[in-house]
T-cell receptor, first 112, second 112 residues
Framework: AQTVTQSQPEMSVQEAETVTLSCTYDTSESDYYLFWYKQPPSRQMILVIRQEAYKQQNATENRFSVNFQKAAKSFSLKISDSQLGDAAMYFCAHNNNNDMRFGAGTRLTVKP | EAQVTQNPRYLITVTGKKLTVTCSQNMNHEYMSWYRQDPGLGLRQIYYSMNVEVTDKGDVPEGYKVSRKEKRNFPLILESPSPNQTSLYFC???????????FGSGTRLTVV
């Protein structure tokens, strides 16, 4: 079964700076999907960005981008120009055949 | 508005008293799933459903039941709740594994 590992329980970044959150996963499949979700204090789970494994090009959504390294099974999230509203728990997830697995999460603090 | 609706948002109950957490989606999604979120463990899948009358166990199904009699509804049933089921629960739906899940607002359950 696939597993997802987020090795950074907590991270902090200065407002307007850039931060990268790490995620690795383990799977035997070649076709799958990867996601980053944001969970602010409201506890709502919000999809930030998704990546299809068969696409080599890294996904980008405004200030959010990923560095997808398929051979290394790595899927990190880069947040540019960090804002106070980016403070949240971030979860990495791997989905294959409706078996979506989540990492333990990284709590991001943004310092003004 | 396209959404997943869970009720209740908060629930305190006593050990052994049967309860149901309701979940409904208005997006005609095929896939629905229940997760529980615990600190340091991320989200773990309890049960999922790929269509009406089709359900399957996730990683932590013990002590839970589900049913999918209609496409839009996917209730979570705790027949005899125990304190180790105290958690934050999320219902989610998706049209396909490609797109990730849309989550409900969560149910904070406390079993005393």
């Amino acid at each position: 079964a696939q597993t997802v590992t987020q090795s950074q329980p907590e991270m902090s970044v200065q407002e307007a700076e850039t931060v990268t959150l790490s995620c690795t996963y383990d799977t035997s499949e070649s076709d799958y999907y990867l996601f980053w979700y944001k969970q602010p204090p409201s506890r709502q789970m919000i999809l930030v960005i998704r990546q299809e494994a068969y696409k080599q090009q890294n996904a980008t959504e405004n200030r959010f981008s990923v560095n997808f390294q398929k051979a290394a099974k790595s899927f990190s999230l880069k947040i540019s120009d960090s804002q106070l509203g980016d403070a949240a728990m971030y979860f990495c997830a791997h989905n294959n055949n409706n078996d979506m697995r989540f990492g333990a999460g990284t709590r991001l603090t943004v310092k003004p | 508005e396209a959404q997943v609706t869970q009720n209740p948002r908060y629930l305190i109950t006593v050990t052994g008293k049967k309860l149901t957490v309701t979940c409904s989606q208005n997006m005609n999604h095929e896939y629905m799933s229940w997760y529980r979120q615990d600190p340091g463990l991320g989200l773990r899948q309890i049960y999922y459903s790929m269509n009406v009358e089709v359900t399957d166990k996730g990683d932590v199904p013990e002590g839970y039941k589900v049913s999918r009699k209609e496409k839009r509804n996917f209730p979570l049933i705790l027949e005899s709740p125990s304190p180790n089921q105290t958690s934050l629960y999320f219902c989610a739906s998706s049209p396909s594994v490609h797109y990730g899940y849309t989550f409900g607002s969560g149910t904070r359950l406390t079993v005393v």
